[in-house]
């Protein structure tokens, strides 16, 4: 429902979302141990070794800084023709992992089915790019989403607020009425600067709890009930 239709429409709950955004990695889809491999296998490339507390940082990051902090690991200068040549090495590994499938999240098709089924209008939120997100929505289904944006369609990706502002703006709703749903700290900071309520469900790596986060263990058995119940709750709390 755009942000038109919720204000003329007498039955209208100011308590429920005017839509859901998606995080796609970790949140949707266990892509993020495809990472590790592709982001390890580059820093080999690239004649070193990842360290797991550059990989740990990565998580959620867009390609720009996930470049920036493999540069800084492996100590190597920030050559703009060597690291180009690291992300067209990266996609294309990253691509072929994609292109063998990848796993769901525990829950995450049925929570998708569940809120298109709800009548809350959707979108993707990825700081992947383009075409590795096309590759993995092949796997997700394009059904679920009225609107995706990704990580290269943005002047700034997460956690910078830019992805969900202009997936906001794609539906036509305010994004401070908007509940993300994302499983990083970066993910979960962009969606809270744009002013989105957001449902925490963490994968890889443990998020810290805020005013604006209402946590879960897992997408699995999520019912509209716990949706509303999520954005009602950052909303009181944002009141109180």
Known sequence: MRAEDRSSDP???????????WDMDGTLVDSEKVWSISLAETARWLGGELSPQAREAMIGSNMARTLVLMFDDLGLDH???????????????TGELFAAGLEWRPGALDA????RAAGWPTALVTNTERALTEMALETIGREH???TVCGDEVPRGKPDPDPYLRAAELLGVAPDECLAVEDSPTGTLAAERAG????VVPCEVAVPPGPARVQRRSLAGLTADDVRDAYARVRTDRVA
């Open 11 to 21: 039955n209208t709950d100011a308590e429920l979302p005017a839509a859901v955004l």
């Open 79 to 93: 050559d703009p023709v060597r690291m180009a040549d690291a992300e067209k090495w990266m996609t294309a590994r």
């Open 112 to 115: 998708l089915r569940m809120v």
């Open 145 to 147: 989403f009225l609107v």
């Open 196 to 199: 989105a309520a957001v449902l």
